[in-house]
């Protein structure tokens, strides 16, 4: 979607339906802060008043179900192409280039121009402003995309961020953009409406792995309680991977962070309730099985199998 962006029936009933079903809370696809934000063709935005007022029937329809529903804002920085956002060129801590294409776009990302300090300052304000938005549209909070190897976690990636003012440096300094977007994420909308998604993958080097998972976690997580979070979301691609110490990321992550955690990574309802009941996660996110299954609650309380999740067949007719 171009920077006039409508919302589609699409998403519109996909949403509804699952919220109609007892989905409890729907965290949206990455909706982009701004044009230069988008890494594909075709996503949408919430950075001007059309865009707004296009999102305002989706709550309205999920909140009529009695869903709960957030808006992940999202800028994908050094992954996209200068074709895709009006000419200009992506933007990143450093001007290093991504390894591989742009999805669905077929080309390779382009190398994108390190941030001035300037921009970083514009950034950081289009993500408050999207956070105002989306409340403004009626969602009832939002998550910061802060994970994969997009723009904020580009910069606390050492091989995309080679700065050497106060945004580059050991994981502590590489974590200043993330701590800055997020104080002002929750400035603006308050500290109840705020999530933030982290990760060690990235989309661009998904084997990829702290050099010392736990004290990274921590180092991470140190930075959350200072800034005043209460809620993230450790997303990783395989829940029960042990990463350290026969832990896996997200036992890792409740070791030091007591407040509320969203576990994700290939999750099966089996896995998610014993998660839940050891207390290491206080909410199951599910993405695939929910796209192949808009009845997942029902079949889950009626022990019936989920239909398998294809892309070529679930991403192309969303239901």
């Known amino acids: 979607m171009g920077e006039k962006v409508e919302i589609t029936s699409n998403p519109y009933l996909s949403l509804t339906k699952r919220a109609a079903d007892g989905i ?14 988008k890494g594909n063709p075709g996503v949408p935005g919430i950075y001007t008043q059309e865009q707004i007022d296009s999102w305002k029937p989706v709550t309205e329809a999920v909140h009529k179900e009695g869903g709960t529903i957030i808006a992940q804002i999202w800028h994908v920085g050094r992954m996209s192409h200068h074709e895709i956002i009006g000419g200009q060129m992506p933007q990143a ?8 294409n742009v999805p669905r776009f077929r080309k390779p990302f382009d190398t994108p121009e390190a941030m001035t300090l300037e921009e970083i300052q514009e950034v950081i304000g289009q993500y408050a402003q999207a956070a105002k938005n989306a409340i403004e549209a009626g969602f009832d909070g939002v998550e910061i995309h802060g994970a994969h190897g997009y723009l904020i976690d580009q910069f606390t990636y050492e091989f995309a961020n080679k700065r050497t003012d106060k945004y580059g440096g050991d994981l502590k300094q590489r974590l200043t953009f993330m701590k800055e977007v997020t104080a002002a994420v929750i400035e603006a909308v308050g500290a109840n409406k705020t999530l933030l998604r982290f990760s060690a993958f990235k989309g661009d080097n998904p ?4 050099e010392n998972p736990e004290f990274a976690i921590e180092t991470f997580i140190n930075m959350f309680k200072e800034v005043g979070l209460t809620m993230i979301h450790p997303s990783t691609m395989n829940y029960t991977q042990e990463i ?7 036992q890792l992550v409740r070791k030091y962070w007591d407040g509320t955690i969203v576990g994700v990574g290939n999750l ?9 009941q050891e207390g290491t996660i206080d909410v199951a996110a599910f993405g695939r099985p929910l796209i192949a299954n808009p009845d997942f609650v029902h079949r889950i309380k009626h022990a019936e199998s989920l239909v398998e ?3 070529k067949e679930h991403l192309a007719t969303l239901v």
């Open 24 to 37: 409890g809370l729907i965290i949206t696809e990455g909706i982009v802060i701004s044009p230069r934000a």
């Open 309 to 311: 999740y294809d892309a």
């Open 207 to 210: 084997t990829y792995m702290w």
């Open 93 to 100: 801590p450093s001007a290093i280039a991504a390894e591989g």
């Open 244 to 250: 350290a110490d026969g832990k896996n990321f997200h």
């Open 268 to 276: 099966n309802p089996k896995e998610a309730e014993e998660a839940l």
